[in-house]
């Protein structure tokens, strides 16, 4: 529109009299995009427009087209602030219903098998910590993994009581069962909106960097990113806390285990960044209240 104003113009030396009805329609269609930074790259650009436009064709007939954008940008930025408020409150609507699902979820799995209580929680904090070291996802996409990593045992509640909770060493056929956990997971929670994105995490944090894992036998990069992190943070949790059949580990036991299996069952460029992140773990780990009442972590908001 500027380069045809332009044009159209310049050397002629007729009055510059343009006016774009598209303009007024996209500046007040502005609220409808839910984002500042386009609002304001939009109504900054047709402002621009018609100042350098008139500046190029000497026309100050531009100041009645900059004051009606002023004013339409005005009503259009109320309106997006408005919008913006309404989908925020949706939004936490949203997240406290699903916070709640999960919070049952996880209350009636660990009532089920008493020794794991806290573990689904300390796996996705820990998750949580080490995805943050690594950068480069958006708030939303830590909130879906967290939620995720909070469920990833959830295919457990299928695994009857006498194996889950057995003293001694399984049977290759109990084993085999408890193998089926991270598939009965993944159905279970497949069309759940918030998870769908992370359901990676509960199918495949068994999976190995060797393909010697479950349920899939996956390789390498072939797992999923956000499951190869939750493996790591699982494996730790699962060392330094104590089980039916035995006693937590130290913690500084568990990380050598935990650099032991870079590149056999570890990402080798995860487990570099589990040893930047280790002191946080171990933070963590020492401030944890081991006998308080399971809730929510808050970290993701």
């Not at 436009?53 to 009503?75: C, D, E, H, Q």
């Not at 956990?181 to 359901?199: C, L, M, Q, R, Y």
């Not at 487990?271 to 970290?299: D, G, L, S």
Request: hydrophobic share 45%.
């Amino acid at each position: 529109s500027f380069i045809v104003d332009v044009i159209t113009y310049y050397g002629r030396g007729e009055d510059y009299s343009s006016g774009n009805v598209v303009e007024v329609f996209l500046i007040l269609s502005l609220p409808l995009f839910l984002n500042t930074r386009y609002f304001w790259l939009v109504s900054i650009g047709v402002a621009l427009k018609y100042i350098f436009t008139g500046y190029i064709l000497n026309a100050s007939f531009v100041i009645i087209p900059l004051i009606l954008i002023a004013i339409l940008s005005i009503m259009s930025f109320f309106l997006l602030t408005r919008f913006q408020g309404y989908v925020r409150s949706i939004s936490t609507l949203y997240d406290n219903q699903l916070e709640e699902i999960v919070k049952g979820v996880i209350a009636t799995l660990e009532l089920k098998d008493p020794y794991t209580r806290g573990h689904s929680e300390r796996v996705a904090s820990y998750a949580l910590l080490l995805a943050k070291e690594i950068g480069g996802f958006t708030k939303e996409e830590q909130k879906s993994f967290y939620y995720a990593c909070l469920l990833h045992d959830i295919g457990k509640v299928h695994i009857p009581d006498q194996i889950l909770m057995k003293p001694g060493k399984l049977t290759k056929e109990e084993f085999e069962i408890i193998k089926t956990h991270p598939v009965v997971g993944t159905d279970a929670v497949k069309n759940v909106e918030g998870i769908k994105d992370s359901i990676c995490v509960i199918r495949s944090h068994h999976e190995r960097w060797d393909g010697m894992g479950y349920p899939d036998q996956l390789k390498g990069k072939a797992i999923p990113l956000f499951a190869r992190v939750t493996a790591i943070a699982d494996a730790f949790d699962a060392m330094t806390s104590s089980r039916s059949y035995r006693a937590a580990m130290p913690v500084e036991e568990a990380f050598q285990r935990i650099i032991e299996g870079e590149g056999s069952q570890f990402d080798p460029m995860l487990v570099e960044e589990f040893k930047k992140v280790f002191p946080a773990w171990r933070k963590f780990h020492e401030k944890y209240p081991w006998t308080k009442k399971w809730e929510m972590y808050r970290e993701v908001e």
